[in-house]
């Protein structure tokens, strides 16, 4: 993670309006994977946290202040709803997430909804979910399924969203006559059939009743670029084929994804522009 593609990445995406009505736009902002690690993972400096940066590829030790200077420039371009696509903490601290959530509320103190969904470093043991103090290293509480729904539930898991149940996928309409489905791939890029099936009802009955549907989850829907899905198991969903097509036809034409660290739009079954799937 780097200054430059942060900025890059609101930069591009800015711009996505999304019509929802005859008279009404809405600007939506989509940013993905901060991995901000909350200050106070950070005792004390030494070999331990020297070790960790030399073998970590993401800008861990700026992560907070990139996340920070991100909150900021979305609070100055005032969006109507802001995306966020998982991986929002360093390894899925609760710390971290707390840290998070402390800058989101400021967003959402200020007018701008917001709706997240998990990655794979946001839950679970994590060997890398430390406090870093000196040459040792302590282990850190990290959240689960029910905490994160807990934390985030002025982030999409509050009462106006309906929940799948067995995992952290849901549906809500943060305004009249847009549907957003928040799909959890877990933290190895899979959708069960019991998810896939509870995606296409919603999906189908917000189109049947006029509405337009936007999804997103963490793992990529399909290669972003070729041999990616040879060389990297996880770095797009399993049996993308079948959830790519289930969801297509079921009317999801738009799927924001993030986990691979690039800013990029990938193309599937039409060739049309962004916009005349919105």
């Known amino acids: 993670m780097n200054m430059k593609r942060v900025l890059l990445l609101i930069t591009l995406l800015v711009g996505i309006w999304c019509g929802v009505g005859a008279q009404t736009q809405k600007k939506i902002v989509v940013l993905s994977d ?87 470093h946001d839950r679970g043991a994590n060997r890398n979910a430390v406090y870093y103090n000196g040459a040792s290293t302590t282990a850190a509480a990290v959240a689960d399924n029910d905490w994160f729904a807990k934390h985030y539930v002025n982030y999409g898991y509050g009462d106006s969203s309906e929940c799948e149940g067995t995992t952290l996928t849901y549906a809500c309409e943060p305004f009249d006559g847009l549907v957003v489905i928040g799909i959890d791939s877990g933290r190895k890029g899979i959708v069960s059939s019991t998810t896939l099936n509870w995606v296409k009802d919603k999906a189908e009955t917000a189109k049947a009743n006029g509405k ?44 924001f994804t993030g986990h691979i660290h690039t800013s990029d739009i990938r193309k599937g079954l039409e060739c049309r522009p962004i916009e005349s799937y919105l």
């Open 212 to 255: 337009r549907v936007i999804a997103m989850m963490h793992h990529p829907l399909m290669p972003h670029f070729t041999g990616v899905d040879t060389f990297v198991e996880t770095s797009v969903v399993s049996n993308y084929e079948t959830v790519r097509n289930t969801l297509a036809e079921a009317g999801v034409k738009v799927v």
């Open 34 to 120: 901060p991995h901000v690690m909350a200050p106070s993972l950070l005792v004390s400096e030494g070999t331990a946290w020297t070790n960790y940066l030399n073998r970590e590829r993401k800008m861990v030790d700026n992560s907070q202040q990139l996340y920070d200077e991100m909150m900021t420039r979305i609070m100055t371009t005032s969006p109507d709803l802001v995306l966020i696509t998982g991986d929002l903490t360093k390894d899925g601290e609760q710390v971290s997430h707390e840290y998070a959530i402390s800058k989101l509320d400021e967003l959402r103190a200020s007018g701008i909804q917001v709706l997240v969904i998990p990655g794979n």
